[in-house]
Structure formats: structure tokens, C-alpha cells
């Protein structure tokens, strides 16, 4: 077993560029949240007062997931996936329901959503059985039925509840991390072939509001003041911010409370209508800054395991990244995935926090482990 070890060059070689983004974006996503909070009175905790303390919590969680050396948490990987699967169960059975969904467990002093916990897990099980099961040549499909197995389980648990884009959001990450570990084209081919097969079937699985959501994202104008409210409301407000916003707290479909959803799917539009184009840019720079960095810290990784952990983390916010934004354009269906770092919400602020931190273990190891 490798035990946990202080290194004074684990602190010599911090990595400050890694954390001064994160905590720039969340800085960002606080200001934001107040914002979007300002016209309302009388709530018990104000929405930005309860972001700060998921941030404090999650940097906690974060330099917990720093200062264990990853592969002493690799060796407990399936463990953390188990432990994980039984969450999922658990709220299945004692979740309670919020609009629809029974996604969250209510511990009493907080609430968590087992969910978001699932995506971190995941690429850690998975980097787990990549680094395990090394091989020179291309996967091919028979040698990927265990990672097909230990998506697949998560995916259907989740998918029940329903959430469907945490369900997605799971194949996306997997996927990308066996096209990255490397797949047989062949293999590739049948997969991608048996994805398109399934999509008509997958379709009398969904529920009505999921179809409506997808048949809105086509044609939102057919129905402004219902179905397509949401996306048709969130461009007016990106459009109306213009060139260089309106400026901060003073935003009309963020102040009038027109935008819905504007603290959690949502919060890139009200950011956008207060602060422009010009925001929108240093917003969209700052995570783009935090993608490649994130990848060059797979690039720089001393072994296969720190490389696939650094990838898997990095992919995971580029998707997050990705279809939230695309969302509250237009430019692809809402399924309510939250935007790294801004969206309001406390499972999915720490369980990303700690993937910062495991990044930021696999950069600082990059100068301790030996090839």
C-alpha cells in the first residue's frame, strides 16, 4: 500500500494557476446568484449567503481529495463507486421529490444529491479499471463489457429518477474517456451503430415533459408562453445585454424574475444580460483557461493512471460546459445540466471542488512520481 505522505515538494509545486481560476469562476458565480436573489424578500437564507458556504464546504472536500496521494484513492476506487450505487439506491427507495424528480436525500442538517457525487465517482472506477487493464493495442468491444457494465449501472438508477441529463452527461464522460484510452474503429463503428439503433426505442422510454423539451428545442416558437418559455426568454436575455450589459443587479428579465430557472440552468443568462458580450467573453476564456490546463496536466502526468484521472475531470466540465451553454442559446435541448461553478446548487459545487482537487493531485505528483 502506498501510504499518505507530506512532501514539502507537494507545496513547493502547488498548483496556484489551477486554483486562482476555480476560485475566480466561483467568485464570478457568487456575484451572480446575488444578483439573481436581489428582488427577493423575507427568504430565510439568502441563495448567495448558502452558495459561499457550499464553496467553503467543497474547498474543504478539496484539499481533502489533495492531500491523499491518487493512488492510494485508486485503491479504493470501486469501493467509492459501490458506496456511490448505494446512494442511488437509497434515494430511490427514501429519496424525496422535488418537480417531478426523486433525486435527493434529506440528511437534516443538508441535502445531497447522490447524482452529481455519481459523475467524480465514475471517472475515478473507470480510471481505476483503464490503469488496471493496460493494453498496447485498441479496446475492442468484448473488452469493454465491464466499463459497459459500470456506466450502465449508475445510467439506469439515475435515468428512474428521472434525469436525464446527469444521465447523459454519465455516457458522455465514459465515452470520451474510452475514445481517449482508445477504442478499435471497428468497434467504434458497431457502437456508434447500436446507439442509433436504440435512440427509436429510447424514445417511448421517455417521459412526456422530456419529449416536450426536445420537440421545444426544434420548434420553441410553437409554443412561447409554455414548452418553449424557458429558452425563448433566456435569448431575449442574452440579446438584450448587448455589447457590454446592462449592468450589474439591473438586468429586466433577471430583476423582473421573466428568465425561469435563473439561479441554477439558467445563470449564464442572467450573467450575460448584466454583463454583455464583453462578460460573456471573459467568462467563456476562464473556463476555456481551465480546460487546457486541465489537459496539459493529463499531457504532463508521470503515469497512466494520473493521465486518465486529469482527462476524465477535464472532459467532465468541458461537457458541463458545453451543453449549458449551448441550452440557454438555443443550440441544444434543455436537460438541466448546471454550469460549473455558477450554477446554484451544494452537491454539484463540492463534488466538482473535489475533482479540482484531484487535479490538482495528479499536477503537483507530476514532480514527485518517477516514471
Not at 24 to 53: E, F, R, W
Not at 307 to 328: D, R, Y
Not at 330 to 337: A, D, E, M, N, T
Request: proline content about 4%; overall charge positive.
Amino acid at each position: 500500500m502506498i501510504f499518505v505522505k507530506f512532501d514539502r515538494r507537494i507545496f513547493k509545486h502547488f498548483d496556484w494557476t489551477l486554483l486562482a481560476l476555480v476560485l475566480s469562476i466561483c467568485g464570478i458565480g457568487i456575484l451572480n446568484i446575488y444578483s439573481t436573489g436581489a428582488s427577493v424578500i423575507d427568504a430565510p437564507v439568502a441563495p448567495y449567503i448558502k452558495q459561499i458556504q457550499w464553496v467553503l464546504l467543497g474547498l474543504l472536500f478539496m484539499i481533502i481529495a489533495f492531500l491523499i496521494d491518487y493512488r492510494v484513492i485508486n485503491q479504493f476506487a470501486y469501493i467509492i463507486y459501490g458506496a456511490s450505487i448505494l446512494l442511488l439506491l437509497v434515494v430511490a427507495v427514501f429519496g424525496y421529490a422535488s418537480h417531478g424528480a426523486q433525486r435527493w436525500l434529506d440528511l437534516g442538517v443538508v441535502t445531497i444529491q447522490p447524482s452529481e457525487m455519481m459523475k467524480l465517482t465514475l471517472i475515478i472506477a473507470l480510471a481505476r479499471y483503464f490503469d488496471d487493464h493496460k493494453s498496447m493495442e485498441p479496446y475492442r468491444l468484448r473488452e469493454l463489457f465491464i466499463p459497459f457494465l459500470i456506466v450502465m449501472l449508475p445510467f439506469a438508477l439515475i435515468l428512474k429518477q428521472p434525469d436525464l441529463g446527469t444521465g447523459l452527461m454519465l455516457l458522455m464522460i465514459c465515452s470520451s474517456m474510452v475514445i481517449f484510452v482508445g477504442m478499435n474503429w471497428k468497434s467504434m463503428l458497431i457502437a456508434l451503430a447500436g446507439v442509433l439503433s436504440l435512440v427509436p426505442i429510447m424514445w417511448q422510454f421517455l417521459k412526456d415533459y422530456q419529449k416536450e423539451r426536445l420537440l421545444t428545442f426544434l420548434y420553441p416558437e410553437n409554443d412561447p408562453l409554455g414548452a418553449g418559455y424557458h429558452i425563448l426568454q433566456s435569448i431575449i436575455a442574452i440579446g438584450s445585454g448587448g455589447f457590454f450589459g446592462k449592468g450589474y443587479l439591473q438586468g429586466s428579465q433577471t430583476q423582473l424574475k421573466f428568465l425561469p430557472e435563473q439561479q441554477t440552468d439558467f445563470v449564464f443568462s442572467v450573467f450575460a444580460e448584466e454583463w454583455g458580450f464583453i462578460g460573456g467573453l471573459i467568462l467563456v476564456m476562464l473556463f476555456m483557461s481551465l480546460m487546457i490546463w486541465g489537459f496539459k496536466i493529463a499531457l504532463h502526468s508521470k503515469d497512466l493512471l494520473g493521465t486518465i484521472l486529469a482527462f476524465g475531470i477535464t472532459v467532465l466540465i468541458v461537457w458541463q460546459v458545453f451543453i449549458n451553454m449551448g441550452m440557454v442559446l438555443g443550440l441544444v435541448p434543455v436537460v438541466g445540466i448546471p454550469l460549473p461553478f455558477l450554477s446554484y446548487g451544494g452537491s454539484a459545487m463540492v463534488s466538482l471542488l473535489a475533482a479540482i482537487g484531484l487535479l490538482m493531485n495528479v499536477s503537483v505528483r507530476r514532480f514527485i512520481l518517477q516514471r
